[in-house]
């Protein structure tokens, strides 16, 4: 090894150096912000911080602090010094998985609403250039009202029906098997807002034919991480809603007469699994054999039975087990994520919300870590690859403009922009909606570093340059995207 090298391999191999970074980084990272501790990397930093001082700390003030060794004033106010040194940080790092589990980290019911009202001006956008990527957006909404007929209406003006009739061009035939993606990983803001799902929910089952399908929200918040240190959940106890005790299982709930449920894909994410047309009839996860060459992701996706006894394959359709066959036509994906901004990706949409589809874990033991690979461009592999959405909503009611605040967002954090928007494109979905309602909110809260959430920023790593990674993915893949508002029409309801 050269001298770098191995000072670098020294230091990778020292528990003393690592112990020491961990700490250091823990307290660097957290910052004034302790929702930060429930973040990946602060748990893994608090769990070697918390072994570092007890290995360390702790043996070298009993020894400076024993009797034979208390020499003058100086080694007593060490020790003294030492030992409450050992205290902070031990109670510090001991509080963090009980802060996460708990739920301390966000506001209390009383911090309800403290967020405050921004203003977003929205203009109408339209292209000159032939086949342009379609913006849909409401204003002025709060989930709990009109927003989805809105939306509809003007979706059916401007050539996207979001109902299929009589074997015309549309969205949602009235037998489909209809998965709407949601954020389950965090509670309070920093999931998606439950009364847009339930318009969702409510506009499928209206569908003028009649709806004689299914509906599934689901999600993985991969069973790690997240509000509870263990994942995801759909049954939280507070929740993004005017009625903050709703949930999505509420919502399923909500329809008793309709085939509407729930499945929560972290109860299954360690499960690997092969396909039904395989005769492996086991929920769980199929597992690309090999990273991809261009992304380097494992790409994963989920299989399972509903509720109701419908058997999906994310990528392959419904499986009829008489016919021994899928239909692909009959399962429809909508993809609902919360806008929101992002500690190590900067802004987390339509594109880094496919974060939900696939199992991390099982990624990562074949050597394509999914979560890694959203900086290359990963989850529009993921998406290509899978299944692409069939309309992407964006969940802009409450939102966090604070630069790589969230993912968590408690209460008090989020802002009120009453915005939600949908476009075909994940793409151009994320531009416009970082450029034009996460910025414009930043700079109306005073944050000064916005580089960040910028999509025209384009440096190594950055979210303008994994956005356009994954743009280039899909747009290989023979769907449309773009990064142009040139390309774009903007449709305000």
Not at 110 to 137: C, K
Not at 423 to 442: E, F, H, T
Request: net charge negative; charged share 20%; proline share 4%.
């Amino acid at each position: 090894m050269n001298p770098i090298t191995k000072l670098i391999h020294k230091a990778q191999h020292s528990f003393f150096l690592f112990g020491l970074a961990s700490i250091l980084w823990f307290i660097f990272r957290t910052g004034s912000k302790p929702t930060r501790m429930s973040y990946p990397c602060q748990q893994a930093s608090a769990a070697s911080g918390s072994l570092w001082i007890a290995a360390y700390v702790l043996p070298f003030i009993m020894t400076v602090s024993s009797p034979g060794k208390l020499v003058g004033r100086r080694r007593m106010a060490l020790a003294g010094f030492l030992l409450l040194l050992f205290v902070s940080f031990s109670v510090l790092f001991g509080s963090t998985n009980l802060m996460i589990l708990s739920g301390a980290t966000g506001d209390d019911t009383a911090g309800v609403g403290r967020g405050g009202t921004i203003v977003i001006n929205l203009t109408q956008m339209r292209s000159q250039f032939p086949e342009p990527s379609e913006i849909y957006a409401v204003t002025g909404t709060k989930g709990n009202d009109d927003a989805m007929e809105r939306l509809i209406e003007a979706m059916n003006s401007h050539g996207l029906p979001f109902y299929a009739q009589n074997a015309s061009f549309g969205i949602i035939e009235k037998d489909d098997v209809v998965i709407i993606k949601v954020n389950s990983q965090w509670n309070e803001r920093g999931g998606t807002n439950s009364d847009l799902v339930k318009l969702l929910v409510r506009a499928i089952l209206n569908h003028p034919q009649g709806f004689a399908g299914e509906v599934i929200i689901a999600d993985n918040g991969q069973g790690q991480y997240g509000s509870t240190g263990n994942g995801g959940s759909l049954s939280y106890d507070r929740n993004n809603a005017e009625d903050i005790a709703q949930s999505m299982q509420a919502v399923a709930d909500y329809f008793p007469d309709q085939k509407v449920s729930t499945y929560l894909w972290d109860k299954i994410t360690n499960k690997k699994v092969g396909e039904y047309a395989d005769g492996d009839m086991a929920d769980g996860y199929i597992l690309a054999s090999q990273p991809d060459a261009q992304t380097g992701i494992a790409v994963s996706y989920p299989k399972f039975q509903t509720k109701y006894g419908t058997y999906i394959s994310f990528k392959q359709g419904v499986w009829d087990a008489v016919n021994g066959s899928y239909d692909s036509r009959r399962l429809k994906m909508l993809n609902v994520p919360v806008l929101k901004t992002h500690a190590i990706y900067g802004v987390t949409a339509c594109i880094k919300h496919y974060m939900g589809v696939v199992s991390d874990r099982l990624s990562r033991e074949a050597g394509g870590r999914a979560h890694s690979s959203v900086g290359s461009g990963g989850m529009g592999t993921e998406m290509t690859q899978t299944r692409f959405p069939d309309l992407n909503i964006l969940d802009a009611i409450w939102i966090n403009a604070n630069p790589r605040g969230g993912p968590s967002t408690s209460y008090g954090e989020a802002d009120q922009a009453c915005i939600i928007a949908a476009s075909v494109d994940p793409v151009a979905l994320d531009y416009w909606a970082a450029k034009n309602i996460l910025m414009p909110a930043a700079r109306q809260k005073g944050y000064d570093d916005l580089e960040s959430m910028d999509p025209d920023n384009t440096s190594p790593g950055s979210f303008g340059d994994w956005l356009r990674l994954s743009s280039a993915e899909i747009e290989q893949a023979g769907h449309q995207a773009t990064v142009s508002e040139k390309n774009m029409n903007v449709i305000l309801a």
